[in-house]
């Protein structure tokens, strides 16, 4: 649709730039696969570097659970043609819980559950908060922290009323990329 592929192309010109994202989604729409798949994209051609975040583990990785964000970055590299996987790159081999290394170029995904200090002593080219909107303990201090360890932080959410820090980021001025990918913009 128009309005992911708009999401999509300011994504990935926000991650070259340096600057921030977030977004309310719908199921939908789609908004969090866009996420990683320009995070792939970065990871298999230009070697960068990323973190990706959501606010319990679980939702990060699981054992072959293609509804966690590492199975689906695993499935996604499973059906990829061998000559745009890396040379050299075995999912057994380089991949672990939360960790994608790609031996070719260096790229790196990383996963990390929401926390105060998330990427504290790290750099990222991007770093990925899934449903900030239920971050409850951790998102303001998880997103201050995020700032020390890349210029990028991508904030999205699905909705939970207006009184969570994502709701305030979206209101405030702070962030200049914002994205409403809603279920009404599905034709």
Known sequence: YPCQDEFILGLYHSIQRGEDVIGDKSRDMLMTYMVLATFLHGWLFNGQKFMISSWKEDEIDGKEDTSTHFGK??????????????????LGKHSSYMSLRNPENGGTLIGSAASANLASGRREDAIFMDELSKWERYAKEGWISASDATRCKIGVWTPRGSSNFAAEL??????????????WMHP
């Open 73 to 90: 970055l695993r499935l996604f590299l499973k059906y990829l043609p061998p000559y745009l996987k890396p040379n050299g790159f075995h």
């Open 170 to 183: 979206m209101r405030g001025s702070e962030v200049k990329n914002k994205y409403h990918l809603m279920w």
